[in-house]
């Protein structure tokens, strides 16, 4: 089933933030899907995101949810972390598993952000903070793809649902879930949320 054009616009965005040419999450989606040599159709097939919405993705003219973006980034077989704008390369000295802390990465989708924590080449285990802003949330449908997730609330409040069971989770509180159950999340605070949320890939054979 394709998704609507309301469902790529999470709640409280505002028009997508621009970023440096060639740098955008619709730039790095059209130079990958074209690298691949994938039609918009096909990519539309593959993601179940509509010709239509993966158009104005790939030109910046809608902010994709979580959701949406994930789905795109499977469908293309990226890595969580493809989407990240890179910052300052490491320094000599530092070793391939090291990310300094001014050296993070970071995704801008105007209703919530992210800073990859991950080092290096990506790896089957991805760190991040999601910074949620008040009243933000990860889209109007759930997400869900074969892998595990974690995570810890560094900062404020945020409810997290999976499946049919929900948490109103604090400071300091701590979760772990599949991600092939349907899962969302929202903050009904007032202040901005912070969560270390961390990815683990799941090989296809622990599911056949």
């Known amino acids: ?40 159709q096909k990519l539309a097939e593959r993601s179940g995101v509509s010709v239509g919405m993966l158009s104005q993705v790939e030109r910046d003219l809608v902010n994709p949810s979580l959701r949406v973006l994930t789905s795109i ?55 991040m903070i999601l910074h949620i802003p008040a009243g933000s949330s990860s889209g109007d449908k759930p997400m869900r793809y074969q892998a595990e997730k974690a995570g810890l609330v560094l900062d404020g409040e945020f409810i997290l649902k999976v499946a049919d069971e929900e948490s109103h989770l604090k400071e300091g509180d701590s979760f772990v879930f599949d991600s092939s159950l349907p899962h969302s999340f929202t903050n009904p605070g007032t202040t901005p949320a912070q ?14």
Request: charged share 20%.
């Open 1 to 40: 089933m394709n998704t609507s054009a309301n469902a790529l616009t999470a709640p409280h965005a505002d028009a997508p933030t621009k970023a440096a040419e060639g740098d955008s999450v619709g730039a790095k989606i059209r130079k990958s899907r074209q690298a691949a040599r994938i039609s918009l």
């Open 195 to 208: 969560v270390l949320w961390i990815i683990g890939s799941i090989s296809v054979d622990r599911h056949v």
């Open 73 to 127: 980034r499977n469908a293309l077989g990226l890595p969580a972390s493809a989407f990240f704008q890179e910052t300052a390369q490491p320094a000599p000295r530092d070793p391939m598993f090291v990310r300094r802390a001014q050296q993070r990465p970071r995704l801008e989708l105007g209703y919530i952000s992210k800073e990859l924590l991950s080092a290096g080449s990506p790896h089957n285990l991805q760190l």
